[in-house]
């Protein structure tokens, strides 16, 4: 009896580590559009758009850095620099953790990479939409790890897919192509295990059978092709995915958003036919607490066709051509140069003190008709204050600033208070105690966005730690 019992066991693992999820596991009705949701990448066009609107402006009647159409040229392309170094500092939040909390009241855009999570079916096509399912089945006991830990380990997305079908195929570890065998012991030290071998379960079947009157009926294995294409090493990727994802020719079946079960809106459809997903998500305000997306633990079930799995790691935005605002004020050479004297950095750190602005709010972009005391951005509080105290520059954005030949760049060993420090996107004076005075957005909630009168308002001028924002120079 415990000889029998044992091989059952055996038996019973082979069809163990395929993903079952299907639509009935989803309930999530489509909902409309959330109201409120921006989408952070349409924000960041529009931005771009706009200063390119202004650049041709000036490029026909001549660059003037005191005129309206070069302040809102700046400004539109700080606003841009901005969101797109926000976008990238999210992304690596989500790379790095796996997951994200999600703050109430925000809108999020992810460009994932992502994987056919059941071969055979036809591949998606760009713009079919997604509901969001549980991960089901022995696939909850692999695939979310493997989607987590593939980059980490240095595999590349087209590696980490064939491991996917190869599990998926029904096939064994010790069937596995070596490369294969390879990559998934980088992931599970535990793989001829925890994948099976063919051999010993192949005996253990048939020693089943001799032992049982009636004969166990042999698993129908749909994926014969497959297996036997992802078990070859001469096989290619190409010839893989022919099989595993073939082409259907048809218009996508978008789906629309839903409502998960922690309170956020969804709306996935795919950006790269299988291999990549945008995720668009609003958080209500009015939540309880903030929901976190890991979208490893979410199967994305189209109207047609393949089921897919979604990694947490983002594909970034390529930045556009910013270098025209370098080039522009290149070509204003300073008069006279001199050291900054400790009088004037004494002056231009009171100018800029906190407590001179208990109304400013935070704005992308700001209007520049308006004085820093009722809204201004980083590189508009920084330009005002050092023009107010005589030390005017080109007004610019923080990517052009290093352009400025009125500065001049120090390590920051030298650096002494009242000189600037630039961050990815961002800018602000250096204070004594290794701190920093700018304009700030008021942490992850933007409180600093907020009407004035608002409750949660909290004034955009700010006093914070040298090292808060990432990579200052």
């Known amino acids: 009896m415990a000889l ?133 089945g022995g696939a909850l006991k692999w695939l979310p790890q493997l989607l987590k830990s593939y980059k980490n380990e240095g595999l590349t997305q087209d590696e980490a897919q064939t491991i996917i079908w190869s599990v998926e195929s029904g096939a064994k ?44 009926p ?11 294409v992802v078990t070859s090493s ?15 020719n ?8 839903v409502k998960m079960p922690s309170g956020y809106f969804i709306q996935t459809t795919s950006s790269d036919s299988y291999m990549g997903v945008k995720k ?11 929901p976190v997306f890991d979208p490893t633990k979410q199967i994305d079930i189209p109207g047609q066709g393949q089921r897919i799995a979604s990694s947490p790691n983002p594909r970034d935005p390529e930045m556009k051509d910013v270098s025209w605002t370098c080039d522009q004020v290149k070509k204003r050479a300073p008069k006279n140069c001199s ?35 009722v809204e201004t951005d980083c590189s508009t509080f920084t330009y005002e204050i050092y023009a107010r105290e005589g030390f005017e520059y080109p007004m610019s954005t923080t990517h052009a600033m290093e352009c400025i030949q009125t500065f001049k760049k120090v390590t920051k060993e030298q650096a002494l208070p009242g000189d600037l420090v630039l961050y990815d996107g961002h800018v602000g004076i250096y204070d004594y105690n290794d701190t920093v005075i700018s304009a700030t957005q008021g942490g992850d909630e933007k409180k600093s966005t907020l009407d004035p009168d608002d409750e949660n308002f909290m004034p955009s001028i700010t006093r ?7 990579n200052p120079r």
Request: net charge negative; glycine share 4%.
């Open 4 to 136: 029998f019992v044992f091989l059952a066991s055996i038996v019973s693992c082979l069809p163990s580590n395929k993903l079952n999820t299907d639509l009935k596991h989803t309930v999530l009705q489509i909902q409309p559009k959330p109201l409120n949701y921006i989408s952070p990448y349409e924000l960041l066009n529009q931005y771009y758009e706009q200063a390119i609107r202004y650049k041709t402006m000036l490029e026909k009647k001549g660059v003037d850095f005191k005129s309206p159409e070069w302040k809102l040229y700046t400004g539109y392309m700080q606003a841009y620099e901005t969101t797109y170094y926000e976008l990238l500092e999210i992304n690596k939040k989500l790379r790095n953790d796996g997951q994200i909390k999600l703050e109430r009241g925000k809108s999020y855009a992810f460009y994932l990479e992502s994987f056919c999570a059941n071969p055979g079916p036809h591949r998606p096509v760009d713009g079919d939409g997604f509901r969001p399912g549980p991960v089901k």
């Open 173 to 216: 570890f010790d069937e596995y192509d070596s490369n294969v065998q390879q990559n998934l012991l980088k992931i599970f030290p535990d793989a001829p295990v925890r994948f099976g071998n063919q051999k010993i379960e192949s005996k253990a079947k048939n020693l089943l059978k001799r032992l049982l009157t009636d004969e166990v």
């Open 218 to 228: 042999e698993i129908n294995d749909q994926f014969m092709d497959l297996k036997s």
């Open 234 to 248: 001469e096989s290619t990727y190409a010839e893989i995915e022919q099989i595993a994802a073939p082409v259907l």
């Open 250 to 257: 048809r218009d996508p079946i978008t789906i629309g958003w």
């Open 280 to 290: 668009e998500i609003y958080v209500p305000e009015d939540l309880p607490e903030d």
């Open 339 to 373: 050291e900054m004297t400790s009088e004037y950095r004494s002056k231009i750190l009171k100018a800029a003190d906190p407590s001179n602005f208990p109304r400013a709010r935070y704005a992308l972009p700001p209007n520049r008709e308006n004085p820093i005391e």
């Open 464 to 470: 914070y730690g040298y090292k808060t924002f990432n």
